[in-house]
């Protein structure tokens, strides 16, 4: 009986599984909004669904465009020892060091936060509306992976330890799950961020130093648990799709000490944080009447091209599970 339902699943089903999942990067921009000053809100508000829907075209575009990929993680175990002091924080250093195609290679999202982040400020100093918040969306998801910690590891999905498939259960499973109905999203106000490259290289160092206890943990409920109660077979969009089950989920949150729900809310307050020192360097702008107030034809037709390319196409580059 076990094999023909998973033969089932093989037939019916494909797992596919993205950087924070979809529905949670959406969640982290649609939360971020809600920290902003009013100065800011009287934009941000009123484009929370632009905000929330564009938070996964990174996603899609890696669909696109190989090097893409490398602007959501970091093997900063491939520089050594924790706290990596190998790897220079400023960019145009590390690429001195160990050169731009090696930096591709193992990944460059704390660099390339800090890049959207002054693309972030000109799109704000120019009162360019549409840059302004397609920048911001983009932003929020950047940010969002840099505190995955298997975004900041060359274990990214468990493949060295025979814990493939850890990445999705870690960043959709359990969210998905406990986000709505346990998790509290009340965090506060965004703060200003006066040296950014200090805030960002903290949140890939917590990161880093969590990498190894979600591996260690899962590894630990994985002896402890029946297999035939750590997945289950539940329908979804209409097809029968093998998961985690819900009680093995609850295992590994628990076991945690809600870890993912902490890395979630900081995500919150890093993008809102960001979008907010982003504004201020820019010389916090008046964000009533902008220019560019809609989308061009090119644009439209550029984002259609991206669902087109990611409903049909294959993840060029590294995955990020």
Not at 62 to 84: N, V, W
Not at 110 to 120: A, F, K, N, S, T
Not at 139 to 158: E, K, M, Q, T
Request: proline share 4%.
């Amino acid at each position: 009986m076990k094999k023909i339902y998973y033969l089932i699943f093989l037939l019916l089903t494909s797992l596919r599984s993205y950087c924070w999942g979809f529905y949670m990067h959406e969640k982290i921009n649609y939360h971020a909004v809600f920290l902003l000053p009013p100065q800011m809100m009287i934009l941000f508000k009123p484009n929370i669904g632009f905000l929330s829907e564009h938070a996964v075209d990174p996603d899609k575009r890696r669909y696109m465009i190989a090097s893409e990929g490398a602007h959501h993680f970091i093997d900063i175990d491939h520089y050594g020892q924790y706290p990596f002091p190998e790897v220079p924080r400023d960019y145009k250093s590390a690429i001195l060091k160990f050169s731009a195609d090696s930096l591709q290679a193992y990944g460059i999202v704390p660099w390339w936060i800090q890049i959207m982040v002054g693309r972030l400020t000109k799109a704000f100093r120019e009162k360019d509306k549409q840059a302004i918040l397609k920048i911001a969306a983009d932003l929020g998801h950047y940010i969002a992976d840099a505190h995955v910690p298997l975004h900041v590891c060359s274990n990214h999905n468990g493949q060295l330890t025979h814990q493939e498939g850890i990445h999705a259960f870690w960043e959709s499973r359990v969210p998905e799950i406990f986000a709505e109905t346990e998790w509290d999203f009340f965090i506060g106000k965004a703060m200003y961020i006066p040296n950014l490259s200090s805030f960002i290289w903290d949140r890939i160092l917590e990161s880093a130093v969590a990498a190894d206890t979600v591996l260690h943990c899962e590894k630990e409920i994985s002896v402890l648990t029946n297999p035939e109660q750590k997945y289950a077979f539940e329908e979804r969009n209409g097809k029968i799709v093998k998961q985690y089950s819900t009680e093995y989920a609850t295992l590994f949150e628990s076991r945690l000490n809600h870890m993912i729900e902490r890395r979630m809310r900081q995500s919150i307050f890093a993008v809102a944080s960001c979008w907010y020192t982003a504004w201020v360097n820019a010389g916090q702008p008046p964000l009533d009447h902008l220019v560019h107030d809609s989308l061009f034809i090119s644009e439209e037709k550029e984002y259609q091209r991206l669902n087109l390319e990611w409903k049909n196409g294959k993840i060029l580059g590294r995955n990020c599970n």
